[in-house]
């Protein structure tokens, strides 16, 4: 089942979750897990029950749209999602450049079609200004491009490239002390979590917002073209126009006949010979000799050139930006279809609307009873928690800190897992304190090879000790362990009570934890509340 998704989709999916992580007070928090259990209920679930697993593109883009139509009743009229702003924007910028594009050729065809009737317009000065500039320029992006396919890697070790890292890297350097020297602790941790968070986007959509950009720069480029082709047109047809050629350098009209005869090989066997290209009798009869004038010369052959050059000017010029403004929408088509949407952000989201809602008797008490709830969904726990693409069941690694584990009981740790994201656990490893410091360590607590038997790492983590170097190093090395989509997630629990580790997490220590992770910009990276309903 395809769903389409498109970058104002990717925009407004970005703000509505944006806009509920940063909600953090409990009742709005309990709130939003309750409309996105409903919008599943009544909206997805309805649409899926022909299929065995639950695609996330469909399930989140039925999200989103429901989200979008709720927004769209509950707001003003005039209102507008970020999402219709950018295709707004994006059109109207089209339209702008376009026109751009149009003017910009027009003035330099009139330039460049300047005649006064003494002297012939000289072929050589036209196609160079309106021809060859374009195809360097459209070999240098086609090279490019290529090079950026074949060996992307190559692009960053290049000594251009280099050279602008570092300059940036400076620049970025002497004015973030300048920003940072005057803010607070909590604000540049702040700004910090934001470079983190773009980081993240990076990673997630890669190269796709590139893409609009030269969408819009071929949209230029025909506007331009079209406007050189309509004003060479305008002149031939509306005045009496010569073309001719010369050169300081001795070539003779042969050479000249074989360059041009090249030049004509794409439109030759598709028009009449005598418009395709001047003859060799033409070439020599429109040649320029300052020293003879051009009394001497014959109108047929100063006219000849015009096909010629309005044909250079759409083969060269127009169509290949006709076929790169095709490959940009096709490649942002394909990037678009190759997001699968399993970053943590819309994991959390999944987790929300396909796992059972539990309710619990009083909320002002702070650790939860694992066993004080009452599940409500009328639906199958088995067929709720089927929504990863391939319909495989959500399967976790715990990793519990040496002086959790013993107070950690296997039924509890998945009764509290079960309320808070659904899954099964398929083992518990008891992470040492010199496993922290060892990244080798990691070979042995996780095997490396194919994810058979589980889909998701967790560490636990107790939220009233704010995160450490090497807590931050530890997470590091189990991604680059376990590879840069592979789901990691840190599961936080409260202070413990006496009679459970599982308490809330308190909003202070929430943020804490929550600013530092984001400055690592790893969207795959999950931060979790283990205590269901806490926030």
Same mark, same amino acid.
């Given at each position: 089942?395809?769903?389409?998704?498109?970058?104002?989709?990717?925009?407004?999916?970005?703000?509505?979750?944006?806009?509920? @992580? !940063?909600?953090?007070?409990?009742?709005?928090?309990?709130?939003?897990? /309750?409309?996105?259990?409903?919008?599943? &209920?009544?909206?997805?679930?309805?649409?899926?029950?022909?299929?065995?697993?639950?695609?996330?593109?469909?399930?989140?883009? @039925?999200?989103?749209?429901?989200?979008? !139509?709720?927004?769209?009743?509950?707001?003003?009229?005039?209102?507008?999602?970020?999402? !219709?702003?950018?295709?707004?924007?994006?059109?109207?910028?089209?339209?702008? &450049?376009?026109? #751009?594009?149009?003017?910009?050729?027009?003035?330099?065809?009139?330039?460049?079609?300047?005649?006064?009737?003494?002297?012939?317009?000289?072929?050589?000065?036209?196609?160079?200004?309106?021809?060859?500039?374009?195809?360097?320029?459209?070999?240098?992006?086609?090279?490019?491009?290529?090079?950026?396919?074949?060996?992307?890697?190559?692009?960053?070790?290049?000594?251009?490239? @280099?050279?602008?890292?570092?300059?940036?890297?400076?620049?970025?350097?002497?004015?973030?002390?300048?920003?940072?020297? @005057?803010?607070?602790?909590?604000?540049?941790?702040?700004?910090?979590?934001?470079?983190? &968070?773009?980081?993240?986007?990076?990673?997630?959509?890669?190269?796709?917002?590139? +893409?609009?950009?030269?969408?819009? /720069?071929?949209?230029?480029?025909?506007?331009?073209?079209?406007?050189?082709?309509?004003?060479?047109?305008?002149?031939?047809?509306?005045?009496?126009?010569?073309?001719?050629?010369?050169?300081?350098?001795?070539?003779?009209?042969?050479?000249?006949?074989?360059?041009?005869?090249?030049?004509?090989?794409?439109?030759?066997?598709?028009?009449?010979?005598?418009?395709?290209?001047?003859?060799?009798?033409?070439?020599?009869?429109?040649?320029?000799?300052?020293?003879?004038?051009?009394?001497?010369?014959?109108?047929?052959?100063?006219?000849?050139?015009?096909?010629?050059?309005?044909?250079?000017?759409?083969?060269?010029?127009?169509?290949?930006?006709?076929?790169?403004?095709?490959?940009? +929408?096709?490649?942002?088509?394909? #990037?678009?279809?190759?997001?699968?949407?399993?970053?943590?952000?819309?994991?959390?989201?999944?987790?929300?609307?396909?796992?059972?809602?539990?309710?619990?008797?009083?909320?002002?008490? /702070?650790?939860?009873?694992?066993?004080?709830?009452?599940?409500? /969904?009328?639906?199958?726990?088995?067929?709720?928690?089927?929504?990863?693409?391939?319909?495989?069941?959500?399967?976790?690694?715990?990793?519990?800190?040496?002086?959790?584990?013993?107070?950690?009981?296997?039924?509890?740790?998945?009764?509290?897992?079960?309320?808070?994201?659904?899954?099964?656990?398929?083992?518990?490893?008891? #992470?040492?304190?010199?496993?922290?410091?060892?990244?080798?360590?990691?070979?042995? #607590?996780?095997?490396?090879?194919?994810?058979?038997?589980?889909?998701?790492?967790?560490?636990?983590? !107790?939220?009233?000790?704010?995160?450490?170097?090497?807590?931050?190093?530890?997470?590091?090395? &189990?991604?680059?362990?376990?590879?840069?989509?592979?789901?990691?997630?840190?599961?936080?629990?409260?202070?413990?009570?006496?009679?459970?580790?599982?308490?809330?997490?308190?909003?202070?220590?929430?943020?804490?934890?929550?600013?530092?992770?984001?400055?690592?910009?790893?969207?795959?990276?999950?931060?979790?509340?283990?205590?269901?309903?806490?926030?």
């Amino acid at each position: 089942m395809k769903t389409p998704w498109q970058i104002k989709d990717l925009i407004d999916l970005e703000y509505f979750l944006h806009i509920d @992580s !940063e909600d953090t007070h409990p009742g709005r928090r309990s709130n939003i897990e /309750a409309r996105d259990r409903d919008i599943f &209920l009544k909206v997805v679930h309805p649409r899926l029950r022909q299929t065995s697993a639950f695609p996330r593109r469909l399930v989140i883009k @039925s999200w989103l749209d429901r989200r979008r !139509e709720v927004k769209m009743k509950t707001t003003a009229a005039e209102a507008v999602l970020p999402g !219709e702003a950018y295709a707004e924007t994006f059109r109207l910028l089209g339209y702008g &450049l376009f026109i #751009l594009g149009g003017l910009s050729g027009i003035g330099l065809a009139i330039a460049l079609l300047s005649y006064t009737g003494t002297t012939p317009l000289n072929i050589s000065v036209f196609l160079g200004a309106a021809v060859f500039v374009q195809i360097l320029l459209v070999l240098l992006l086609g090279g490019l491009l290529l090079v950026r396919m074949i060996r992307p890697h190559l692009f960053y070790s290049s000594v251009v490239y @280099s050279v602008l890292s570092r300059l940036i890297i400076a620049l970025y350097k002497k004015f973030k002390l300048r920003i940072t020297s @005057s803010l607070s602790g909590a604000r540049r941790d702040s700004l910090a979590a934001l470079l983190g &968070l773009v980081r993240g986007k990076k990673q997630v959509y890669g190269s796709l917002f590139y +893409w609009p950009v030269f969408i819009l /720069a071929q949209l230029f480029g025909i506007g331009f073209n079209l406007g050189i082709l309509g004003a060479t047109l305008l002149r031939v047809l509306g005045t009496d126009m010569a073309f001719g050629w010369q050169s300081t350098v001795q070539v003779s009209a042969t050479a000249v006949h074989l360059i041009v005869k090249w030049m004509a090989a794409p439109w030759a066997g598709f028009v009449p010979p005598e418009l395709a290209y001047p003859t060799l009798s033409q070439i020599e009869g429109s040649r320029l000799v300052l020293k003879d004038g051009i009394y001497h010369l014959i109108t047929p052959d100063l006219v000849a050139w015009w096909p010629f050059l309005c044909f250079a000017v759409l083969a060269y010029g127009l169509l290949p930006r006709l076929l790169l403004f095709i490959l940009g +929408w096709q490649i942002q088509r394909h #990037l678009l279809a190759k997001i699968n949407f399993t970053q943590g952000i819309c994991d959390q989201l999944v987790d929300r609307m396909t796992t059972p809602q539990v309710k619990f008797g009083d909320r002002s008490k /702070a650790p939860v009873s694992s066993g004080s709830n009452k599940k409500t /969904a009328p639906i199958s726990q088995k067929t709720l928690t089927r929504h990863e693409n391939t319909g495989v069941e959500k399967q976790l690694i715990i990793l519990v800190p040496d002086d959790l584990f013993d107070a950690c009981e296997d039924k509890d740790l998945q009764n509290v897992i079960t309320q808070a994201m659904g899954g099964r656990i398929t083992k518990t490893i008891r #992470l040492e304190d010199a496993d922290m410091d060892d990244v080798a360590a990691l070979n042995r #607590l996780i095997p490396a090879g194919p994810k058979n038997s589980w889909t998701h790492v967790l560490i636990l983590q !107790e939220a009233w000790q704010p995160p450490i170097v090497e807590n931050i190093v530890f997470i590091k090395a &189990l991604r680059h362990h376990l590879g840069d989509q592979t789901p990691i997630l840190v599961g936080l629990i409260g202070k413990p009570a006496p009679s459970t580790i599982f308490t809330r997490v308190t909003p202070t220590n929430w943020q804490t934890w929550k600013e530092r992770l984001m400055t690592l910009g790893d969207p795959y990276l999950r931060l979790e509340k283990l205590v269901h309903g806490n926030v």
